[in-house]
């Protein structure tokens, strides 16, 4: 080594292998260091960054079938190395990631419901197999779902509910399937086994909306969600 410069950024004394090569220079190297060079070009990027996004996406398409061949080539010789680092990344991450996804589902419920049921019509297949291993994973949940709603129905639909009008409320939820083609159902505006009131099952607390609300309203009561009579529920 021996050959120590002073760096014209920060000033301190580094070996000659800490600046990177450059043709132009006398002695072949620049007279900024591997990390203040960095910096430089982190901050010139920043200041122009739409300028520098346009030169990057137009090399990208000059040099497309190049660098997506180097890409998958990459990929391929290294996708243990990249398994492991994923791995190792979600690891590091785990509660962050859980946080976050969780967060973010909840911020964007109905965009996310829209798009999943956008993918499973496009992706019918897959979502025949995603669906099975869902079922037989939540199984026991689902029947005890089943069974608590029947149990709510039964229980909490008052001797005065109007069979009839309920019937006219579920019937209209299959018409407006069949005329739209999407799916509609019969939700209780007041959940019937939510968790901080409970509603009725009684025809004022029946409203027929499609389905992807339903979804996105899961098992809450959202105030304001709908406009409804409270006195005829509660
Ligand atoms: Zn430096």
């Given at each position: 080594m021996g050959l120590d410069r002073i760096c014209k950024g920060c000033g301190i004394e580094k070996p000659l292998s800490d600046f990177s090569k450059n043709k132009e220079s006398k002695d072949g190297h620049?007279?900024?260091c591997k990390p203040c060079m960095n910096e430089m070009k982190r901050l010139n990027r920043a200041s122009n960054l739409e300028a520098h996004l346009e030169k990057e996406r137009k090399y990208y398409r000059d040099n497309k079938e190049t660098l997506d061949s180097y890409t998958k080539e990459y990929r391929e010789k290294n996708t243990d190395h990249i398994k492991a680092y994923h791995k190792q990344y979600y690891t590091d991450h785990e509660d962050e990631k859980l946080i976050y996804s969780k967060e973010y589902y909840e911020e964007n419920k109905a965009a996310s419901m829209a798009y999943s049921l956008k993918w499973g019509r496009e992706n019918k297949e897959s979502r025949k197999i995603a669906r099975g291993k869902y079922a037989d994973k939540n199984l026991e949940k689902y029947k005890q779902w089943a069974r608590n709603s029947a149990l709510a129905r039964k229980t909490q639909?008052?001797?005065?509910?109007d069979r009839v009008k309920m019937d006219i409320k579920y019937r209209a939820s299959r018409i407006m399937t069949k005329l739209t083609g999407k799916m509609y159902c019969v939700d209780h505006i007041i959940p019937?086994?939510?968790?901080l009131a409970s509603g009725l099952h009684h025809e004022d607390n029946l409203q027929v909306i499609p389905m992807i609300t339903n979804s996105a309203k899961g098992n809450r009561f959202v105030p304001g969600f709908i406009s409804w009579e409270l006195k005829h529920v509660v």
């Open positions: 620049r007279w900024k639909s008052p001797v005065y509910a019937i086994q939510g968790e």
